[in-house]
DNA sequence: CTTGATGCAAACACTTTGCAACGAC
DNA sequence: GTCGTTGCAAAGTGTTTGCATCAAG
């Protein structure tokens, strides 16, 4: 079963309804396959569809966050991004100065959530490490700095 | 010295002005010691020096977070909170379903994160995490929930 | 005195919502 | 046929910016 599947069944399990829209938004999430905006897949979805709009798009979103198949991610800065969570589990190390961000495929802290939540009756369903610091680049370039 | 000094004392630091929308602002971050809004903050500056306008706590707090005495964070929705970084490290524990927060105060992964910036060449400077779940009170009342 | 910082309001970017029409089930 | 969903545009949020004035150093 494809990730497409997956998550068009999820909808069905919802008890919502497939329409094109939603669709064309879920396949192209899945092509792109890497956190992307709203504004990103929007852009995407309506060169698959062009009459798709932002609203569609955010609420697709909205319902697929809900749904757990969609993970919701604002790496510190303007807007929020949005990645399949069958697209796998990873983390990310953000440069402070040039911002670039380095996407982690191993997990920090399965068991150290496991704990934590277990420590406080919580069901665990996710989480997000983001990692601040300076990257090779930046630290060549300014050792330090202030301004 | 006072949390407050420090914290002026970066300002002087990196040569720029100490002025009275600052030390107010500074203030009551220190005072408020947990995470803030802006609008919060604005509210709250706002009470001790009516006439300081949104614009101030938005810039100072952009030049405390980039001077690195102040942690930006997203709790994964609407708006950024901030808190001084003198503060102390910590996490949040968020409920899917009601949104509440619960912080964490050791911390998951110092060892981790030293390893990853070994691995990649990074200088690590802060983390940010965020573990999502579903807390106690939400897992009584909705056990298994899709709309 | 110089230059950064301020307050205000207007501008912005991102996201959400109201609504009539549409289409999945 | 019902009711969830759509696209559009307008309305909301939260944040940033332009500008003349002010005050820290």
Do not use: W
């Amino acid at each position: 079963m494809t990730t497409v599947e997956q998550t068009l069944q999820a909808l069905r399990d919802a008890g919502l309804k497939i329409t094109a829209s939603r669709r064309a938004i879920i396949e192209t999430l899945a092509e792109m396959n890497r956190h992307v905006t709203a504004a990103e897949l929007l852009e995407a979805v309506q060169a698959r569809v062009p009459e798709i709009g932002k609203a569609s798009v955010y609420r697709t979103l909205d319902v697929l966050v809900r749904l757990n198949v969609v993970q919701a991610c604002t790496l510190g800065s303007t807007s929020t991004t949005y990645i399949l969570t069958t697209a796998g589990h990873h983390h990310h190390l953000v440069c402070l100065v040039c911002h670039r961000t380095i996407e982690i495929d191993e997990c920090l802290l399965d068991e150290a959530t496991e704990a934590i939540g277990r420590k406080f009756g919580f069901l665990v369903e996710g989480h997000l490490v983001e990692v601040y610091g300076k990257c090779p680049d930046c630290m060549q370039t300014s050792p330090t700095q202030t301004t």
